[in-house]
């Protein structure tokens, strides 16, 4: 019933497998990304250089060595310090079971010697960036935007071959270019006027403080419009988290407003459910709330669906009115990202004898401020077709929509006939099926043609000579609906994400303190475990079940102890408390590969193939044969013992 365990697994100082983020981050410094961020994605052939001398000294010997291994075998010593996590770490005991008291018991001691531990390890740590600081050489900070090892990682879900890639299409907005909160905050300010000024709300909200808040919204929300919660949704449908305003509500208004099992029917859902999936909604995400706020804070009445609704709108107005893209442009330094490495990227590919098409549904006067910024005045040379004001994700579905001509000096339509797309020149609206038709010349030279791989180029109204209805056609996005799901539901192509949140979780999961409560939510589920084997099948008496909630109370804190490490309300994007959430599922659904900027493709061959490391799915798959409960005993007496 019991398996012996590998306290590497619990140990501050060790993951339990070797994978890209060990070749760039300090063991002392690595966490469980692979079951917290990565669904279990490989980042394949490690593309960089293995650690440095010091950092293998982190893992074999002082800091990183396995904290909780006694020498010789001896039973370990966790000493009496006072711990500052008492509360969260004392365990119930059961007033008439004695074995199960005394499973409480053990697991307790294993956790305190753990939570005595980190703090050495934490210590240790402060100690080592303190001296390279201060050294001659110099230390340089990793920034979690820029740099950090996850940033520099693709992950995949599924087996991708880029060698077999002939057509790689890319996204603008958060994909080729990225922005700095500025944007955000200036698209709150504009959108909060807009309330006012057209929608007659209090002029007192201008001056009540509301800016947008960067720790509030993430990407993944939906917004009910009946309630006006923000609601985090788990891939179940199950709203695991919601916010009214800036307040958390509580559990039991959960299971009321949605029938006592926190879900809606699909019909429900599609009628009161505002999705809230890319970066740009996090304004619209953080102003519904604050509206909110504003109106409870002064005991204003109000309708939720009719703030939601003019929230909404004034958001869609502040894009559609092309107000703010125009201040992006007069100030590009202001608002975008500096993306070095991106020329290099496009230059590689390019080289490679890959095709490049920019699809893009901003203007083109905006994109050509933003790319002449982040790759320079002649940045249109390394494309193939530039497309602007696109429409995503009509684009995908329209059948009959014609090009246009957009003059790069002008920047005003030529209205007449498309017959074939020139490298150089500038487009404007379009569809897929007519990108087909206007690049014949592409049909000729494909490697390996759609009919071939299985992909019914007639049946899709693209023309039998088409080779774009197939997954040699790799489109890079940052939004899921806009730019992925119907290019890989209609067509085949494979796609890839780009996730900045993935780099700034793992960077987050990678501290001491995170690690530390990840094990600690461990060692409480396998103590549960145990506890239920010990009593059996038989009916759970009172002190069962209050030994059982107190427990699984410890583990709901710990939770909540790591949505406040994330620094925001909801917790990671990709979990909604314990489970995948709907974003995680969507990401690994329709996605094929993900990474946090398009700059980390930098460190992979144009031929590279990615492996994914573990697409199991149900509980059966990853447990194997093995039993579902660690042995304590070995713990205690061994710190570790190896399968």
């Given amino acids: 019933m019991f398996r012996r365990f590998n306290l590497g697994l619990l140990g501050l100082a060790t993951l339990d497998r070797t994978d890209t983020v060990c070749a760039f981050v300090p063991a002392s410094r690595q966490s469980l990304a692979r079951g917290s961020v990565g669904f279990g994605a490989s980042t394949s052939t490690s593309p960089v250089a293995p650690p440095t001398d010091e950092e293998d000294n982190l893992s074999s010997n002082g800091v990183g060595a396995n904290l909780l291994n006694p020498p010789n075998g001896e039973a370990m010593d966790y000493g009496d310090e006072p711990i500052d996590d008492e509360e969260l770490i004392s365990l119930p005991r059961h007033s008439s079971n004695g074995r199960v008291s005394n499973i409480l018991e053990k697991a307790e001691t294993v956790l305190r010697g753990l939570h005595r531990q980190s703090v050495k390890v934490q210590d240790a740590l402060e100690e080592e960036q303190i001296e390279r600081e201060e050294s001659s050489e110099g230390y340089e900070k990793v920034d979690a935007t820029s740099g950090s090892p996850a940033n520099e990682c693709v992950f995949a879900n599924s087996y991708i071959n880029l060698g077999r890639v002939e057509t790689i299409g890319f996204d603008y907005d958060y994909t080729l270019v990225t922005y700095r909160p500025e944007l955000l905050e200036l698209i709150y300010d504009m959108a909060l006027k807009r309330l006012v000024n057209d929608k007659q709300y209090p002029v007192e909200m201008l001056h009540a403080d509301m800016a947008f808040d960067p720790h509030f919204s993430i990407r993944g929300l939906a917004v009910d419009r009946e309630t006006g919660w923000i609601c985090h949704l788990s891939y179940t ?193 379009g569809c897929l ?137 909801f917790g990671s994007v990709f979990r909604a408390r314990f489970q995948p959430s709907l974003f995680a599922h969507s990401l690994k659904r329709y996605c094929d590969l993900y990474m946090s900027s398009v700059s980390a493709l930098r460190h992979y061959s144009p031929q590279h193939r990615f492996y994914p490391d573990d697409a199991r799915l149900l509980s059966h798959e990853v447990r194997g044969i093995e039993g579902e409960c660690w042995d304590l005993e070995d713990v205690l007496r061994y710190g570790a013992v190896d399968e």
């Fill in 433 to 569: 099926r007519e990108l087909t038709k206007c690049l014949p010349r592409w049909h000729d030279d494909a490697d390996v043609s759609a009919g071939e791989l299985g992909y019914d180029t007639q049946s899709q109204n693209l023309g039998a000579s088409s080779n774009l209805a197939s997954p040699n056609v790799l489109y890079i996005g940052d939004s899921l609906f806009a730019d992925l799901v119907d290019a890989k539901r209609e067509y085949g192509w494979t796609t890839a994400a780009v996730t900045p949140e993935v780099g700034y979780e793992m960077e987050a999961q990678s501290k001491t303190r995170f690690v530390l409560s990840e094990r600690t939510i461990n060692l409480l589920l396998n103590c549960l475990r145990m506890v239920q084997a010990e009593l059996g099948n038989g009916p759970r008496s009172a002190d069962d079940i209050a030994v059982m909630d107190a427990v699984e109370n410890l583990v709901s804190k710990w939770r909540d102890e790591q949505t406040d490490m994330l620094k925001n309300p």
């Fill in 237 to 429: 449908h199950k709203v695991a988290v919601a916010w009214e305003g800036r307040n958390k509500v509580k559990r039991n208004r959960l299971f009321e407003e949605y029938s006592g099992k926190r879900a809606l029917r699909p019909d429900e859902r599609k009628s009161r459910l505002k999705p809230l999936n890319d970066r740009f909604s996090m304004a619209e995400c953080c102003l519904i709330a604050d509206v909110a706020q504003f109106f409870k804070d002064r005991n204003i009445p109000f309708c939720p669906r009719n703030a939601v609704n003019d929230v909404l709108k004034a958001i869609g107005e502040t894009h559609i009115s092309g107000d703010f893209h125009r201040m992006v442009a007069e100030h590009p330094e202001k608002y975008f990202n500096e993306s070095p490495h991106l020329k290099t990227v496009l230059e590689s590919l390019k080289a490679s004898g890959k095709r490049l098409i920019f699809v893009s549904n901003s203007p083109f006067w905006y994109v050509d401020a933003g790319m002449s910024y982040v790759v320079g005045p002649n940045w249109r040379n390394a494309w193939d077709v530039v497309i602007v004001s696109a429409g995503k994700p009509a684009f995908y579905t329209e059948n009959s929509r014609p090009f246009r001509e957009v003059s790069a000096k002008t920047g005003r339509i030529k209205f007449k006939k498309i017959t074939e797309l020139e490298p150089g020149e500038v487009y404007t609206e």
